[in-house]
Each structure stands twice: as C-alpha cells, then as structure tokens.
C-alpha cells in the first residue's frame, strides 16, 4: 500500500468516523427531541382531555366555582377520576383565577386561603387552554407532571377555570428506557430515525386510546358495580320510549331499594356494603335479557328497565323472581347477610311516556312501599303522586310551623278516679293547617320524626305547656310527651330545667311521659338521663303501657311515678272475645304494689267509669271527661267548669250504681 492510499484510507476512515459520529449523535439529537416533543404532547393532550372531561361532567361547576359544596354526583365523579389513577389533583378556580376547591389523593376539600393563579387568568382571558409542562420538585409531588388550565364559558361569560394535573413520570421514564436501547442498537441508522418516532407515536396512540375507552367507561358505568350508571339508564330508556312510540310493547321500570342498608354497613364496614352492592349487581345482571338493561343510580338504589312486555304480569312476574333471588343469603368474612328489598314498578306508556316521569312513577311507587312498612312489591297509581304532593306541602307547613314556633298545644283534663278532682292535664301537639283546621297527630308527628324535627317539636310544647301550667292552682300538674329524639340530642335535662327555670313552674307539677320505644336499646345512658329527670323533682311516666313487647320487663328497672294504660284497652272494653276487663284489673294492681299510680287513657262512656271504679283506677282521661282544648280556654273560669262537670259526673254515676244495685237487688 503506498503512502497515498494510505493516506487516503486514513482520511477515507476519518471521513466515515466523522460521518457515523455524525450521523450517529443527529440520530440520537433527533430521537430524543422528538421523543421529549411528543411525550410533552401526550402529557398536553391527555391533561386537556381529563380537564375537558370533568368540565362536561360537573353540572353544578358554576356553584362549586362561587364556593358551594359540590353535589353527590360531582363528588363520585371526582373519586373515579382519582381512581383513574392518571390524574392526581383537580383545582378549580373562580372566573378571577382564584383558587376554591382542590381534589387531590387526599378528598376534596375547599381551600382556606384562595389564592390568584396567573396561568388560570390567561385561560380565560384568552379563552384558550394554557398547558404546562413541571419537573416535581417536592416530594408529594411526581417527578414530571402536567397541568392544564382550561376555561368554562356559558355563552361568551366565563365562569370557572378548571385546573388537571396529569402524572406523566411513567410515561417519561419508559421513552428514556427507549432512548437508550435505541442509541446502543444503532444497526440501521435509518430504520432507527423512522422507528423511535413511530414507536413513541403508536405508545401515544394507544395510550390515548386505553384512556379514551376508560373515560368514555367512567361517563357511563357505576365504577363498583359495573353496571350503567344514571346517564347511560336515561339514554336506554329514551331509545326504548322512541321504540315504544312507534308502536312497540310495553316497558317496565323496577327501581330497587335495599332496606335498612345504612345497618350493614355500621355492623359490617364497607367492605361488607360493597360486597352486598356488588353482589346484587351480579344476580340482577343473571336475571335479565339481552334487551333488558341494569343500572345503579347510587347508594343502594338499583333500575332494571324490562322491555317487549304485554303487560303488567309480566312485571309482577319477573319482580317477584327479583325478590327470590336477590333475597338469597350473602356471605362476607364468615358472616351472613340477608337483605330485604323494597321494589316500585312504573309501567309505559301509562304511568309515563318520557324517562323523567317513568322514573318519578317508579319512585313514588317505591317510596309507598317504603311507606307501608318495606320488604314489598308496589305498581305506581295516580293517587301516589296526589299523596306525594300533599306530603310536601305537610313538609313546608311543619318545617315553617318549627321555624316559627307555631306549633299549637291543646290540653286534655285529667281527674282522679275517687272523688272526681280534676288533678291536671296532659299537653297534645297540633299543628294549623293554612286553611284554619287542625293537622291530626297521627299524620303530622310520623312525618316530623322522619324530618327529624321531632326533637324540636318536642322542646316546644315542653316550654308552652310549662308557661301555661305555671298560671294553674298549685294543686294541677301538666304531663308532657318526650321522644327518644330528645333524648338522642344528650341535652334533654338541660332542656327540661331550663324549662322550669323559665316558666317559674314547681318541678313535682311536671309529669314527663315516655314510651316503651325508648327503652328499646336497654341503654345505659338513657336510664341515667331519666334517674336525673326524676332527681329535678319531675315524675316519670311510663305511657301506652300494655302496647309493647316488653312493658313488664321496665317496670323493675326503673322506679316510674306512673304507668298510663293504652287507650286500646278501652276500645276494646266489652267486646266478647276479648279479656280486657281482666288485663286491666291486673295492670291496676301491678301498679299498686309497686306503689305506682295508674292512669287509664281513652275512657269514652258511663260504662267504662263504671269499671274503671269497681277496678279501684286511680286516674281518667278521656273524651267522657273533657275533649283537648287549646290553653286560652282554660280560663280560671273553665277550670270551675272542669271541677264542676266532674262534680256532675260524680252525682250521675252514683245514681247509676244505685239504679243498677237497685236492679241487681
């Protein structure tokens, strides 16, 4: 080889060194921008679509962004996002760019401190999304995220800005790795340039694609259950109704209440809740057709949407196998769960031609069922909606009536059976209707126990009937009702001293009457909240004595002033198959030897006092005494009245018995 060539090769080998390196670091230069320009792309695209995403999902954005609670909705949907595991952290912001509520691993909570955010004012003064490409710099935070501030519009007003925080620390290691094993397999230089791109763009791809499919998923599933949530059941069903009003059979919607949940999940947790919920999402989805569709509204509320029905039988039919195989034991961590259901039914077209009042049909079926006493099957009728809105109107009147102490109390005499001495009176809850009558007890103190306002009811009448009883003659008392809400408030003593402080009434004139539901739980605190009431001086009352399951069994835990027999005895007084005439000789003696006074409640004729004398009761109340009347009534002229009747009553049924032994004789 001669020095020429030589040279020639050294220079032609420096020539091919410089165009490899060459060639090689261009390679890895254009790899790696363009892999770091389209994993920043990825990271945009998919924090814009997740921020996209909860925009069209929150309807209530606009009150969350003015600082309201967000809805039961909003709340599930921003746990699934969580869930998602891609983003870790929802803000939203006011249309001012300050910050109101944040979403994040830990809940969602609303910030204390807001604070102005220069990225979210630009969103919306521009109207454009504003992405950011971060390197964590904290431990709690990833290592390389996104942000993306995308703003909200009602027509050209903007109203909030929603801020979505996309971990992108996986995505970015895993093009590293790609970089790397690409720069040291430089086999074909130009395979290589074309492969880590389209590589990086299929992952992108895919990618984008699995999280579409996962979002598209959230938008219309129950995430515990599997099952279509809220929206995909009104899609189904507005596609059914259109088949329907074309000519199609009928429809069925059975809505699905589990009852008494709230107890599996304080005895069980809720692990033991969910396994409950997902199991019956399992034998539902077992039960139905191709056709049919299942859905979980929430909580433990299931729709089946039953479809080519011809009529309602076919409804009753596949309810009552609902019922069968949801009702099966369930078994969770060795324990056996055995539920019951409340189901109402609403069939189309006739209880309804649109999805919003097929499923308001089978609500107000369900919630009758729900009104009887649960475990049942109920088709929705056209008087359930009547009665719902009479309902609502009873909800306004006792809501208003508390808020303004317009809760009426009328008082009912009460007289000692020897000598006919009127001794007190007990106080009754009424409420006004708006149209001047009187709302029967019966209907409105059920609704109020429901509206847990019964507490407060309670108060009221205890503070009026103590005002009124404290302008009596000293020797009257007034007996007042208290609820187990009352109690359940830890504040009952201090309620009923304060009470007495403020009307000047002498305890012993008090009389405080309970019923047996209260003494249900044989709870420890509530027996020492009652030796207090009675260490105020007040009397305490055993009421509706006879009623319940185990009266007998209180009546030697507790040193009760009285026990008051339930005015069904005397409904039933006289009738031939019953024994009432002997129950109550016993009850009477039960309370003299334990040195209890017995009154007996519902006493309407002469007969009845008759009895009741020879039996040796200690006190009458009834409408053969006195009807309730309100407290302005019971002027001191009244209260003559009283003792006068009962002074009549008295010269009228000595002249019976004497007519009666006169006879006997």
């Not at 984008?208 to 189904?236: C, F, M, P, S, W």
């Not at 009458?620 to 009549?648: D, I, M, T």
Request: contains cysteine; proline residues 3%; hydrophobic residues 45%.
């Amino acid at each position: 080889m001669s020095y020429l060539s030589e040279i020639s090769l050294r220079r032609g080998l420096a020539l091919f060194l410089i165009v490899l390196g060459t060639l090689v670091s261009g390679t890895w230069a254009t790899v790696r921008i363009t892999t770091r320009h389209l994993l920043d792309e990825e990271a945009k695209n998919t924090a814009r679509d997740w921020a996209s995403f909860l925009v069209a999902n929150v309807s209530d954005l606009q009150q969350i962004a003015a600082g309201e609670r967000p809805s039961e909705r909003s709340l599930a949907f921003f746990q699934a996002a969580r869930a998602s595991g891609l983003v870790f952290r929802y803000i939203i912001y006011n249309r001012e760019g300050y910050s109101q509520l944040v979403s994040d691993r830990n809940g969602v909570s609303f910030v204390d401190v807001s604070t102005l955010s220069d990225r979210a004012v630009q969103a919306i003064e521009t109207g454009m999304p504003v992405i950011d490409t971060k390197t964590g710099s904290s431990p709690d935070m990833p290592k390389y995220y996104v942000e993306a501030f995308v703003p909200v519009r009602v027509g050209r007003t903007p109203i909030a800005i929603v801020s979505a925080y996309v971990d992108q620390t996986s995505q970015r290691a895993s093009f590293a790795k790609e970089i790397i094993g690409a720069s040291l397999a430089l086999c074909g230089l130009t395979a290589l340039s074309f492969g880590v791109p389209a590589l990086a763009w299929y992952r992108r791809t895919q990618e984008k694609q699995r999280a579409d499919r996962r979002i598209q998923y959230l938008a219309h599933h129950d995430v515990l259950t599997g099952l279509a949530n809220r929206a995909r059941l009104i899609e189904r069903l507005e596609a059914a109704l259109s088949a329907l009003r074309s000519g199609g059979t009928a429809i069925a919607v059975h809505y699905i209440d589990i009852d008494h949940f709230k107890h599996v999940n304080d005895t069980l947790g809720h692990d033991g809740g969910d396994c409950l919920l997902g199991t019956i999402g399992e034998r539902l989805r077992a039960l139905t057709r191709i056709e049919d569709m299942v859905a979980r509204l929430g909580g433990d509320e299931f729709v089946v949407v039953q479809s080519n029905l011809t009529g309602k039988s076919q409804a009753s039919d596949f309810a009552a196998r609902i019922v069968a195989a949801l009702g099966a034991p369930i078994v969770f961590n060795e324990q056996e769960i055995r539920a019951s259901f409340t189901i109402g039914i609403a069939v189309a077209p006739a209880d309804g031609t649109t999805s919003d009042r097929l499923l308001k049909s089978a609500d107000l079926a369900l919630y009758a069922g729900k009104t009887e006493g649960r475990n049942c099957v109920r088709f929705f009728a056209p008087e359930m909606d009547e009665a719902m809105q009479r309902r609502i109107m009873l909800e306004r009147v006792i809501r208003d009536a508390v808020a303004h102490e317009r809760i009426a109390v009328h008082y009912q005499p009460v007289f000692e059976m020897t000598g006919r001495n009127l001794v007190g009176f007990e106080a009754l809850a009424r409420l006004p209707d708006p149209d001047g009558t009187m709302i029967p007890p019966a209907i409105f103190i059920p609704l109020a126990e429901e509206l847990r306002l019964i507490d407060k009811v309670g108060e009221l009448i205890l503070r009026e009937a103590c005002r009124t009883a404290a302008a009596w003659p000293q020797d009257l008392s007034v007996a007042v009702n208290l609820s187990p809400a009352q109690f359940a408030s830890g504040a009952i003593e201090q309620t009923v001293a304060e009470a007495l402080r403020e009307s000047g009434l002498e305890p012993n004139r008090l009389e405080l009457e309970i019923t047996e539901t209260l003494l249900l739980k044989n709870d420890a605190g509530t027996m020492a909240s009652l030796g207090r009431l009675k260490k105020l001086g007040a009397a305490i009352v055993m009421d509706d004595f006879g009623t319940g399951y185990s009266s007998l069994s209180y009546l030697w835990k507790f040193p009760f002033d009285k026990i008051k027999i339930d005015r069904s005895f005397m409904e039933g007084f006289g009738k031939s198959e019953t024994h009432v005439e002997t129950v109550v000789k016993s009850i009477i003696a039960l309370g003299r030897e334990m040195n209890m006074r017995v009154t007996v409640e519902g006493v309407e004729t002469p007969e009845q006092v008759d009895f009741l004398f020879a039996a040796d009761a200690d006190q009458v109340q009834g409408f053969y005494f006195g009807r309730p009347v309100p407290a302005a009534e019971l002027s001191a002229g009244l209260l003559k009245e009283f003792l006068k009747s009962a002074a009549e009553v008295k010269k009228e049924d000595r002249g019976l018995r004497l007519v009666r032994s006169a006879a006997d004789g």
